[in-house]
């Protein structure tokens, strides 16, 4: 199993709503990620969890709260969010942080915010 | 700060052969990544280069030069699938291990 699934696939929230984006990986990689992306611009790393601990915040505003349960599985909570927070949100996973190993993408949520 | 820059557009005929540079400018260096993210799909790696020289996986192909802090992906036997979107990526010790998006590349293949 070589897959980053992501649930839900779309989302459209409202700037008062709390919702969740989930990420789930089983191959055994202990790195994770959310990035962030916007229609015809690269993905921007908001969060790397390594080991299941938060090791980089690209300074990503608190409205976005990046949790990980356990060494599957990701999550993003969103509260509160503006309407330029609309964009792809893709979780990846990589075997190690420290290792020079590709990274899965996940095929990400589409989160409109009205 | 760190900055990547990639040509914006590409445009060639199937069959043919396409090069796609990328150059960079990092404080500190570990690697350099290539991704292909087809329009509405996730990003796919390609290939990974850390040291000098060239990467070679079917009909694509990696090349670095650490020295002259530059890379490109080389395309060859050119598909109309392979009309994507090209990321160069360098990976980084800020905060242990970070990676970084380049501005991507969009490649046209025509018939």
């Known amino acids: 199993d070589t897959e980053v699934t992501q649930t839900p696939k779309h989302l459209v929230m409202g700037m008062t709503n709390k919702k969740s984006l989930k990420c789930e990986q089983h191959m055994g990689h202990r790195a994770m990620y959310w990035y962030k992306q916007k229609a015809k611009k690269p993905p921007e790393l908001m969060f790397v969890?390594?080991?299941?601990?938060?090791?980089i915040n690209e300074s990503v505003p608190s409205r976005f709260s990046p949790e990980c349960p356990n060494s599957s599985l990701l999550n993003l909570h969103l509260h509160a969010l503006q309407p330029e927070d609309s964009a792809l949100y893709l979780c990846?996973?990589?075997?190690?942080?420290?290792?020079?190993?590709?990274?899965?993408f996940g095929q990400g949520t589409r989160l409109t915010v009205v | 700060g760190q900055s990547l820059e990639q040509p914006s557009e590409v445009t060639a005929v199937e069959g043919a052969i396409v090069q796609i540079n990328c150059t960079y400018q990092t404080s500190g260096f570990y690697g350099l990544s290539w991704y292909q993210q087809h329009d509405g799909g996730a990003p796919t790696f390609l290939s990974y280069?850390?040291?000098?020289g060239l990467e070679e996986t079917g009909r694509f192909s990696s090349f670095l030069s650490r020295s002259d802090s530059y890379g490109y992906l080389l395309l060859q036997e050119l598909q109309m699938k392979d009309s994507a979107s090209y990321f160069c990526?360098?990976?980084?010790?800020?905060?242990?291990?970070?990676?970084?998006f380049g501005a991507g590349t969009r490649l046209f293949v025509k018939a």
């Open positions: 990846a996973s990589s075997q190690d942080r420290n290792l020079n190993t590709e990274a899965f």
């Open positions: 969890y390594s080991y299941e601990k938060l090791s």
């Open positions: 280069n850390a040291l000098d």
């Open positions: 990526a360098v990976s980084i010790p800020t905060g242990g291990f970070k990676t970084i």
